[in-house]
């Protein structure tokens, strides 16, 4: 098992680029000032020795070295101990609706945005718990098959966006469905969280509820939106909106919150429905209900110890930096006989 101790050093990489482009800068400063004194080619003709090329060779193992100081500092482990530990959790599906409408802006800065937040914020609190992740529209997917792997759960909610459901609709049957084959443990609680604005939703809703209930599984509506409704907006490319849909008399068309539908969901799952106000406070009144659930034990095999990697590349870095050292900006005799670095 590979991970990084303190990844968040790598952010330092950012300086990398930034001093690339002032050494660009200083370099091209330099020719003009040169310049202003006369030929350039006869000015460089009164300092024979000075090769143009190694300070761009110092300069480039310099920045090498930087990195492997950065890389250093977040710490490469190797796992080197696995040990078998005893958990306690339960599995439980995410079905977040990812069609046009959760753009509108009636929770801010948009409702899927607000509930991609909270899902994040959610995972942060899991501790022995599996998720999953399905996303629907007018169609379901599994985005994230059930896991305890948080970091990937992290990851695949960041990539969720209304373009990988390209059919429109609300499919939630189809989603309780599939997050119902995909809880098939028999001995763990079982959860299943909708997370949609329930508007215009497709197929026997209350029907495919009863089936994952007959197989003990609770199932939990939070409404995102408001019953007053918002514009659905039209995004340009920069992320900026052109505009808002409109139906075929062209009128702007207005998304609102079906409550109904997820309280009858909800009630039909033995689990409780919450509007979302605020998607965090309500996705978290949500997990305290699932929380109440029996957490079952069970095994899992982790990595308990690491060794460390960092000295690798603190010493390659120390390596590049000597060698910077005795970079000389004179050209070297000898290695102009053998054509490098001649210049």
């Known amino acids: 098992m590979f991970r990084f101790e303190n990844p968040d050093y790598f952010y330092l990489l950012l300086i990398i680029p930034i001093i690339t482009v002032i050494f660009i800068w200083s370099r091209i400063q330099r020719k003009r000032k040169l310049k202003l004194w006369g030929d350039t080619r006869l000015i460089e003709g009164l300092v024979p020795d000075y090769s143009p090329t190694r300070p761009i060779i110092r300069f480039i193992v310099w920045n090498l070295a930087i990195v492997m100081l950065i890389i250093a500092a977040a710490n490469p482990q190797i796992g080197s101990k696995l040990v078998k530990v005893k958990q306690k959790g339960i599995d439980m599906m ?132 408001s019953p007053e409704g918002a514009p659905i907006p039209i995004l340009s490319p920069d992320g900026s909106i052109a505009g808002y849909r409109k139906d075929q008399d062209g009128n702007t068309i207005m998304t609102r919150l079906d409550e109904v539908t997820l309280q009858k969901i909800a009630s039909t799952g033995n689990g409780v429905y919450v509007r979302s106000a605020n998607t965090n406070q309500a ?46 900006l004179r050209k070297s005799r000898l290695w102009g006989k053998l054509n490098l670095f001649g210049k």
């Open 94 to 225: 995410i079905c977040l609706d990812v069609s046009n409408s959760m753009l509108a802006q009636d929770i801010k800065p948009n409702r899927l945005e607000n509930a991609k937040l909270a899902m994040t914020k959610l995972v942060d609190q899991l501790k022995g718990d599996r998720l999953g992740i399905i996303v629907f529209a007018g169609k379901a997917y599994v985005q994230l098959p059930i896991t305890s792997d948080y970091a990937a759960a992290r990851m695949f909610i960041s990539k969720i966006s209304t373009d990988l459901v390209p059919t429109q609709g609300t499919a939630i049957a189809e989603a309780i469905r599939m997050a119902h084959e995909s809880l098939t443990s028999e001995t763990r609680s079982k959860a299943i969280i909708i997370m949609t604005d329930g508007e215009d939703h497709e197929g026997n809703v209350i029907e495919q509820t009863e089936k994952a209930v007959a197989d003990g599984i609770r199932v939990y509506t939070l409404g995102i939106g």
């Open 283 to 328: 996705l978290r009144k949500i997990f305290e209900e699932i929380g109440k659930l029996e957490k079952t034990e069970f095994d899992t095999r982790l990595f308990s110890e690491y060794d460390n990697r960092f000295y690798y590349f603190l010493w390659i870095a120390m390596a590049l930096l000597i060698t910077e050292l005795f970079i000389s």
